[in-house]
Structures are given as structure tokens and as C-alpha cells.
């Protein structure tokens, strides 16, 4: 499995923005899908972004237009930038990766079951 950790959460207001980096280490899938998810308080984890080996990335509705997800193979570096931030952005936000493409099914690789490897997680809120 790789190894995964969090950076660059923190507070921000409404409308501002954020770059959350993920670092990976270990058995770093070359040819494997890596995606940001978020939980907050009394909700499910939920699917924000995601990344194939390929470079192609599909995003959850309600970040459409406003995140960004990338990915540096050169420094084993996953990003998100949170951009237009709303309140509702609030939550801990975690890098997975597997070691698969990412599932052709939309609904399936914003699922985290499709994951292997999970981050600690960095917590972002945003204030209004």
C-alpha cells in the first residue's frame, strides 16, 4: 500500500481559496486512481474529486467549477485547489488512492469503497 499524508488545511473565508497537497509514499501507484473525499461532522464521506493514472479527472457536482484537482508523478504529489469557497465546503478533507484505474461508473469511483489507502486527513473551514 502506499503511504499518504495530508497538507494545507486551515481557514478561510467565504469566497477565498485553498491548496490542500497530498504526499505519497511507498508503493506509489503509477497506474492507479487517486481521489480527494470529505466528511463533516454527522455526514458521510463523500466523493470531491478524482484523478486517473492517464491525467483524466471527474469532480463531484457541487465542486464543479470551483476545485481543481492535479497531480505531480515527478514528486509523488496529489492536490486540491479550493477555489470560491462556500461554508458548506467545511469539513476534513482525505486523500485514497488504488492501485486500479479509476471505475468507469462515475458513481463508483466517487465511492470510497473503491479505495485502498486513505490519508489522516487535514480539516478546512470556511467562515462566512
Known amino acids: 500500500q502506499v503511504q499518504l499524508v495530508e497538507s494545507g488545511g486551515g481557514a478561510v473565508q467565504a469566497g477565498g481559496s485553498l491548496r490542500l497537497s497530498c504526499s505519497a509514499a511507498g508503493d506509489t501507484y503509477s497506474r492507479g486512481c487517486m481521489a480527494w473525499f470529505r466528511q463533516a461532522p454527522g455526514k458521510e464521506r463523500e466523493g470531491v474529486a478524482v484523478?486517473?493514472?492517464?491525467?483524466?479527472?471527474d469532480y463531484a457536482e457541487f465542486v464543479k467549477g470551483r476545485f481543481t484537482i492535479s497531480k505531480d508523478n515527478a514528486k509523488n504529489t496529489l492536490y486540491l485547489q479550493i477555489s470560491s469557497a462556500k461554508p458548506e465546503d467545511t469539513a476534513m478533507y482525505y486523500c485514497a488512492a488504488d492501485s486500479r484505474a479509476c471505475h468507469p461508473s462515475a458513481a463508483r469511483r466517487l465511492g470510497p469503497s473503491e479505495y485502498n489507502s486513505w490519508g489522516q486527513g487535514t480539516q478546512v473551514t470556511v467562515s462566512s
Open positions: 484523478i486517473d493514472f492517464d491525467g483524466s479527472t
